[in-house]
Nanobody
């Protein structure tokens, strides 16, 4: 069992930056691939970024590539999402998620979820 507690998010102007954090409970955090997803009003939840259990591999949606960076600190049981050059279209509720068998771009494949945090980018 893994519990994920998110922090960060908020309101920022276009072009600004935010960092989201996702702290996991449990001693097996380092065995999980971690993902970030987002969901805008009226839209399906979409993949943003993922990182392998070791942190050695990262994956990004085309819409955020070059602007967002996912990282993890297994000693702190925490995964991060650094978001730079934010755009109004990045506005959504962001979620972190854990998967026991490697990363996957489909949110259906993840086992555990954070509570979600609102990110709003004003133009």
């Amino acid at each position: 069992q893994v519990q994920l507690v998110m922090s960060g998010g908020g309101l920022v102007q276009a072009g600004g930056s935010l960092r989201l954090s996702c702290a996991a409970s449990g001693r097996t955090f380092s065995s999980y691939a971690m993902g970030w997803f987002r969901q805008a009003p009226g839209k399906e939840r979409e993949f943003v970024a993922a990182i392998s259990w070791s942190g050695g591999s990262t994956y990004y949606a085309d819409s955020v590539k070059g602007r967002f960076t996912i990282s993890r600190d297994n000693a702190k049981n925490t995964v991060y999402l650094r978001m730079n050059s934010l755009k109004p279209e990045d506005t959504a509720v962001y979620y972190c998620a854990a998967r026991n068998w490697g990363w996957d771009p489909s949110y259906h494949e993840y086992d555990y979820w954070g509570q979600g945090t609102q990110v709003t980018v004003s133009s």
